[in-house]
Each structure stands twice: as C-alpha cells, then as structure tokens.
C-alpha cells in the first residue's frame, strides 16, 4: 500500500505544499518538521528547479500540439512524477559521491537520502516511476518512450541503492 493510499485510509488527509528551498534550505527544514510535529499525513516539496522544469516541459508540450486539457494534465501529471523521480536519482547519486569521499555537493541541504534514508528514497522513487508511468498510459504505444525514460531513471536510482549496500 502506497503512503499516499494509506493516508486516505480514513477518507481524510491534510496535505501540506511547500516550495523547497525558499527562502532558504534552513528554514524550508523548519516548516516541513512543523508541519510534521502538527499532524500533516503528507508533506510534498514542490521543487523550484527540477520537478517544476518537467512539469512545465510537459505540458507545453501538450499545449503545443494542441492536445485536450485531460491530456495535458495527464503530461504534466507525467512531469511532476518524472521530476519527483529525477530529483531523487540524483540524490542516490550526490549520496554515493558523497560516502565515496568526494565534496558534497549539497551542502547539508535536506534531500530525500536524509529525509528518508537510502532505502527509503529508493522506495519513494519506485511510487513515482510507477505512478509516472501511470500517468502517461494513456498515450499508448507513443508513451512508450516516457516509460522508458522513467524505469531508465528509476534503475539508476535502484542500482545506487543496491551499490551503497556493498
């Protein structure tokens, strides 16, 4: 059962939405934590970079080709899941640079390998892939790309994972 299935176990969730990083990394990490303590059932970052690039490509793209807003929200539903994916790719990756002895490349920012630990973030981007690719179905044999690009970005998540337990 996924966190956000379970959430909605009782019918009703409080769903907190904060831009990551704004003003700054110190006190976004003060505001998601209150909102913790104060009972939020899901907590979700919108990222000012990555994910909102994504969904913002999406569905401009799905403008540009004239697509029907059902379709567009389904790419940008796409974007914001891929982004979501993305983001923690590449905190496995900053993570593994990082126990590897190189610089960190964050600068104690809270990512979601802090957050939720390695196998946890893992287990985040394994519901974005899934949920990704959920989204994009609808486009048939021509989503077959964005699938791809999806377990692509998972498996390198999944492959970070596994590497850091060696």
Do not use: W
């Not at 904060?18 to 110190?26: A, F, K, L, V, Y």
């Not at 802090?114 to 609808?138: C, N, T």
């Amino acid at each position: 059962m996924s966190k956000i299935t379970k959430a909605f176990e009782n019918k009703k969730a409080l769903i907190a939405f904060i831009t990551g990083g704004d003003p700054d990394t110190e006190t976004t990490e003060k505001l998601i934590l209150a909102m913790e303590e104060s009972g939020a059932d899901i907590i979700e970052i919108i990222g000012k970079k990555t994910g909102g690039l994504f969904v913002a490509a999406m569905r401009c793209a799905g403008h540009l080709c004239a697509a029907g807003e059902a379709a567009t929200a389904a790419l940008g539903r796409y974007g914001d899941r891929f982004g979501l994916l993305f983001q923690i790719a590449d905190d496995v990756a900053d993570s593994l640079a990082e126990s590897a002895g190189g610089r960190p490349r964050d600068f104690g920012k809270r990512t979601s390998v802090s957050a939720l630990g390695l196998p946890g973030a893992v287990a985040l981007a394994r519901e974005a892939q899934g949920a990704a690719i959920e989204a994009i179905s609808a486009f048939g044999e021509g989503a077959a790309p964005f699938v791809r690009l999806a377990e692509e970005t998972f498996a390198l998540a999944e492959r970070g994972g596994a590497q850091a337990n060696h």
